[in-house]
Each structure stands twice: as structure tokens, then as C-alpha cells.
């Protein structure tokens, strides 16, 4: 009178089980497995999901590049400021034992965050970048 439940297993044919590692088996049939989903997966829904995958890699890959490119014309063009960049000064656990100076670039020690300050062009603290 009691229900048994059904066991799903793969038998390992060119290797030992433990030597199988995530995505060794494709994701429909580890659904299976797993009783995510009802029936097996066939060869032709395997290689239709794995098609699928490689398209949208090539189209993420093909936009990746095209936003790239056109952020790159939007800094050459004055559209878009680039990131600024954060100098940090001694060691993030130590705080920072030196002279107070205005800078223009923002700094970063320990807990503490000082924004880059405006200079008149032409001042004597000024430096090159």
C-alpha cells in the first residue's frame, strides 16, 4: 500500500560519477532530473535551446561593441563626461597623516571621502594631470 517515487539517474558511460561537473549535461535534461519538468527532453529541443543560446551570445556580443562605440563618440563629441577616477592615499585601514591640501581630484582614505575641489586655472597649488 505504499507509493514508491520515481528515481531518475544517468549512468555514466566514459567517466567515473564523480568526476562529472555542472553543465557536463545539458540544462533540459538536468531539469528532468531533477523533476523540474515531466517528460525527457528530445535531441531536437537539446539542439534547438542550444542554437538559441550561441544566437544571443553573437547579438549581446554585436550590441556590447555598438554601445561601446557609440560611448566612445559621445566622449570624443563632449556628450558624455568619461568616469572620474578616485586617487587613494595610504592604506584603506589607516587614516591619512599629511597636509590638508585642496586638490582637484576626489580622495579616498580609510572611512573617509573628499570630493575634488575647483581650482582657478593658472593658481600655484594646481597640478598637471
Known amino acids: 500500500g505504499q507509493i ?4 531518475r539517474f544517468v549512468e555514466a558511460i566514459n567517466r567515473q560519477a564523480y568526476q ?3 553543465g557536463d549535461f545539458p540544462t533540459e535534461w538536468e531539469a528532468w532530473i531533477r ?3 515531466k517528460d525527457p527532453p528530445t535531441i531536437e529541443e ?3 535551446n542550444e542554437n538559441y543560446r550561441e544566437e544571443m551570445k553573437r547579438k549581446i ?3 556590447s561593441e555598438k554601445d561601446k562605440l557609440l ?3 559621445e566622449y570624443k563629441e563632449g556628450l558624455v563626461a568619461e568616469p572620474g577616477h578616485t586617487r587613494v592615499k595610504g592604506h584603506a585601514s589607516a587614516p591619512y597623516y ?3 591640501e585642496p586638490s582637484q581630484d576626489p580622495t579616498s582614505t580609510a572611512s573617509t571621502f573628499q ?3 575647483w581650482m582657478p586655472p593658472g593658481s600655484g597649488s594646481s597640478h598637471k594631470k
Open 46 to 48: 537539446i539542439l534547438k
Open 71 to 73: 560611448q566612445a563618440k
Open 20 to 22: 562529472y561537473e555542472t
Open 115 to 117: 570630493p575634488g575641489s
Open 35 to 37: 523533476k523540474k519538468r
Open 61 to 63: 556580443k554585436d550590441v
Open 98 to 100: 599629511g597636509k590638508e
Open 4 to 7: 514508491i517515487p520515481e528515481r
